[in-house]
Each structure stands twice: as C-alpha cells, then as structure tokens.
C-alpha cells in the first residue's frame, strides 16, 4: 500500500497543531487572571491575592513552556512540507510570524523572568507591570497568528500572480474579512478556559477542605467571567457563523450536512452524514431552524454540498460532528453560569458538593471544545490552503514522499507524547501541593486559612469519599 505524502502531511500538521493550540489558549485566559490578582494584591496589600498568583504562576509558567516547545515546529513544517505554500504566501505569511516574533515573544520574554522570579527582588508595581506586559503579549501573539489564519480562509489585500502572492493591501490583508469575528472567538474561547480550570481546581480544593476563603474567592471571580464569557461567546459564534456563510458557504453546508440547495433548512441535531451516497441517515431535525440562525430568515435559502464538485468537499462527518460536540459544550458552559449564578443566593455556589463537582468535571471541556472548533474550521476548508485560490496538492512539497512524511509524524508523537507526560507530572505536582505550598506572611488579613476543613456550613467529606453538605 502507497502511503498518500498529502494526508500524512496534513495529519501531521492537524497533530501539532491540536497538540498546540491547548497551550495558548490556556495561556492566554490564565495571564489576564494572574494580573488581575496582582492588581488586587497591589491595591489592597492583602497577601492571600498575592499567594493565590503566585500559585497560578507556577502553573502558567510550565503551561507557557509547553506551548512555546510544541508551537515551534509549526514554522519548521511550513518549509519541509508545505514549502510551495510558503514561497507563494511568503510575502504575506512571513512578516506576520516575524511580527509576532518581534512583538509578541520579545515581550513576553523579557517580563516573563520577571514575572516567575522577580517578586520581592523588584518594587510590587513592577511586578503587576510585568503581569500586564506578559498577558499583553499573549493577546499579541494571537493577533498575529490569527491574522495568518484567518487570511487564508478568506484572503484580501493580495493578488496571486506567478504563483506568489502579492500584498496589494497591508490594512485589508490584516484585517481581513473573517479575522475580527475569529480574534474575538479566541480570545473568549482563551478567557473561558483559564475560566473553567481555575474553577474546577478551586472546586476540587474546597471538596477537601483546602484553603477554603482562597479559593473560594478564585471560584466566585471565574463564576463572574463565565456568565459573562459563555453567552458572549454564542452571539461572537452567530456573527462567526454569518460571516463564514458569507465567505465559505460550503464549509456551513458541510457544518450542517445540508447536501441540497434548500429555503427554510432544518437545524439537525442528529444525523449521520454519507459522503458516497450524498445524503443523511437517521436525521432528526428541527423545521427551519437552521435557516433563522444562518439567515436570520426562516424560509432563507442555504446553499448544498452539491454546488461543488465531489473532490471540494471536505469530510462531513467530521466538521458536521466537531461543530455539534463544541456547540454542545458551549450550551453545557452556558449551564453552569446560570447554576453559578442561581447559587449566588444563600452563598450556595462553593457549599454544594454536586455543583463542585460539575465544575471539576467540567475543567477539562474547554480544551475539547477548542480542538473541535479547529477542526470545524480547519477541515471545513478543505482542500483550500489559500480559499479558492490554493489548493493543498499544490501547495505540498514537490519531493516529499510517504515514509519521510511517517517518519517524521511517528518522530512528532514520540517527543510530543514525552513532552506532554512530563509536563502534566509536573502540573500534577503543583496542583497537589495546592496554595498552602506558597509560603508568604502570617498576616492575611480577612482571609484565614480555616482550622478544620470548612468551618461553619461548608462542605464534609464523610468516609467513603462523599461530600456533603451541613450547616
């Protein structure tokens, strides 16, 4: 059997690029939060907020290395796969690394030591500018990376001609047509990550009693930004998806398995979709619903997979599946801010085992949600490298072959996997020890580490492992 050099290399490029795209977007949300406990450390002088960041910076710091070890061979992989992408796109795609580079790392580095070991060794309002700078500098990087992106899958300010493409425009190449409504995905996405895993690790700590006034204040704060990050992120995602109906109408037409040009398309909830037969089994739907969210017209017309010839259709299995699984978290995340928002009353949100517990569960989903959404977006381009005006086959390198491109990939998921083990164990170890592991004044002021785990109606942890309530 010939192995196909184009799907191993875009299997290789989906795997660093997932394996990736965790740490930013952790990374991103985590930084904002650290500077804002140095900002509320600063203001008020209590200690607990100092500790409390100084905890999370331990995590961010090994979250930061991660994703800068794992990120760097992307630009490796634009050359030795894809290096006919790379000199056409060249006069575009290389200046926004550059940028991003010159920008983003350089800062980022340069406040970073500051950030991990400069406490006490510099005055307090260097170290929260050192936070600012460093949560700066990963809005960047995303600005620029996203601009990269997003003007492949919908490309302005630039003319293909020789095959390079030439930059005729600066603002309109940048600022493309699809960027504001993806930059605004992410860096929500970024806050409600950071969001969820700074509340389920509080949730897990208050379940055995730990640091309970700490971490109740990390947990009542993340609250606060979900309510406001999770219905936000489903208006962001309606403009996202009007503009991709606009831009891509087939990767919405793969996202919603509709096959046939339709009016007053049906929203499928279930479906499995055939690629050979060019239909859907086992549908179940909801009448025109798909047209009033996509057009903001029950009877609007939608464009089918058939419009294009079969070879430009992406897998829609996958993209019809990746979009539900993330929409269907986003619902889940909606959920919990409204049960947050309902425990407010009676001070319930941090006593209630059941709701903790959801919250621990529920840390790990941003991260699914976020490989779904670039796999939505990603394989709902294919086979547009450039959309519409580079294909993927021709944007391979000309003298890859199939076992280089396997060697490689078995190589990538060695390391990556070595890589990935040793910093959760490292992560594990941080969390284990929690924030009574940061050693700092005796003086909290009104936040006491309590002498029994959940003074006074909190939470009890009877034998068996169970949590629950009593006042």
């Known amino acids: 059997m010939e192995l196909d050099p184009l799907l191993l290399s875009r299997l290789q490029f989906a795997f660093v690029v997932c394996f990736h795209a965790i740490f930013p977007v952790f990374t991103i949300g985590l930084a904002t939060f650290i500077a804002f406990l140095e900002l509320l450390a600063f203001r008020t002088g209590n200690a607990a907020w100092t500790r409390l960041s100084q905890f999370w910076i331990q995590v961010f710091g090994v979250a930061f290395a991660m994703g800068v070890v794992s990120g760097i061979v992307m630009s490796f992989q634009f050359g030795t796969n894809w290096s006919n992408f790379s000199y056409a796109a060249a006069n575009f795609i290389g200046p926004m690394l550059s940028y991003e580079v010159v920008t983003a790392f350089f800062l980022e580095a340069a406040f970073l030591g500051v950030l991990l070991f400069g406490r006490n060794k510099?005055?307090?309002?260097?170290?929260?500018?050192?936070?600012?700078?460093?949560?700066?500098?990963?809005?960047?990087?995303?600005?620029?990376i996203l601009a990269a992106n997003s003007w492949m899958h919908t490309p302005a300010g630039t003319e293909l001609a020789d095959g390079v493409f030439g930059v005729t425009s600066w603002g309109q190449a940048i600022f493309n047509p699809s960027f504001p409504y993806r930059?605004?995905?992410?860096?929500?996405?970024?806050?409600?990550?950071?969001?969820?895993?700074?509340?389920?690790?509080?949730?897990?700590?208050?379940?055995?009693?730990?640091?309970?006034?700490?971490?109740?204040?990390?947990?009542?704060?993340?609250?606060?930004?979900?309510?406001?990050?999770?219905?936000?992120?489903?208006?962001?995602?309606?403009?996202?998806?009007?503009?991709?109906?606009?831009?891509?109408?087939?990767?919405?037409?793969?996202?919603?398995?509709?096959?046939?040009?339709?009016?007053?398309?049906?929203?499928?909830?279930?479906?499995?979709?055939?690629?050979?037969?060019?239909?859907?089994?086992?549908?179940?739907?909801?009448?025109?619903?798909?047209?009033?969210?996509?057009?903001?017209?029950?009877?609007?017309?939608?464009?089918?997979?058939?419009?294009?010839?079969?070879?430009?259709?992406?897998?829609?299995?996958?993209?019809?599946?990746?979009?539900?699984?993330?929409?269907?978290?986003?619902?889940l995340m909606i959920g919990c801010a409204l049960a947050g928002l309902v425990l407010r009353k009676g001070d319930r949100y941090w006593r209630q085992p059941w709701f903790l517990n959801t919250?621990?569960?529920?840390?790990?989903?941003?991260?699914?949600?976020?490989?779904?959404?670039?796999?939505?977006?990603?394989?709902?381009?294919?086979?547009?490298?450039?959309?519409?005006?580079?294909?993927?086959?021709?944007?391979?390198?000309?003298?890859?072959?199939?076992?280089?491109v396997l060697f490689t990939l078995l190589g990538y998921i060695t390391?990556?996997?070595?890589?990935?083990?040793?910093?959760?164990?490292?992560?594990?170890?941080?969390?284990?020890?929690?924030?009574?592991?940061?050693?700092?004044?005796?003086?909290?002021?009104?936040?006491?580490?309590?002498?029994?785990?959940?003074?006074?109606?909190?939470?009890?942890i009877e034998e068996g492992g169970e949590p629950h309530a009593w006042h």
């Not at 509080?202 to 930004?225: D, F, K, P, Q």
Request: include cysteine; charge should be negative.
């Open 122 to 144: 510099v005055p307090p309002g260097m170290h929260l500018f050192s936070a600012c700078m460093v949560a700066l500098g990963t809005f960047i990087s995303a600005f620029w």
């Open 183 to 331: 930059f605004a995905h992410m860096v929500v996405a970024s806050f409600l990550t950071g969001s969820f895993v700074v509340a389920g690790v509080s949730a897990w700590y208050l379940l055995r009693g730990r640091e309970v006034e700490t971490n109740r204040r990390a947990l009542s704060m993340c609250l606060w930004l979900i309510l406001i990050g999770a219905p936000a992120q489903a208006v962001i995602g309606d403009f996202h998806g009007l503009n991709t109906m606009e831009h891509q109408p087939i990767k919405i037409a793969a996202i919603e398995g509709n096959w046939e040009t339709v009016r007053g398309m049906p929203l499928l909830l279930f479906a499995i979709p055939d690629q050979e037969a060019e239909r859907n089994h086992f549908e179940i739907g909801i009448p025109k619903l798909g047209s009033l969210i996509l057009t903001h017209d029950p009877n609007g017309e939608i464009p089918g997979l058939k419009t294009v010839a079969p070879e430009e259709r992406p897998p829609v299995w996958i993209v019809f599946w990746a979009f539900r699984i993330m929409v269907g978290i986003g619902l």
């Open 359 to 404: 919250l621990r569960l529920m840390a790990f989903t941003p991260f699914v949600a976020v490989l779904c959404g670039w796999v939505v977006t990603e394989v709902g381009r294919f086979p547009w490298l450039v959309y519409e005006q580079m294909n993927q086959l021709d944007g391979l390198t000309p003298s890859l072959t199939g076992p280089m």
């Open 415 to 460: 390391v990556y996997a070595a890589i990935f083990s040793a910093g959760i164990y490292y992560l594990m170890r941080v969390l284990r020890a929690g924030v009574e592991s940061i050693t700092g004044p005796d003086d909290v002021h009104d936040i006491e580490r309590p002498k029994r785990p959940l003074s006074a109606s909190h939470v009890r």
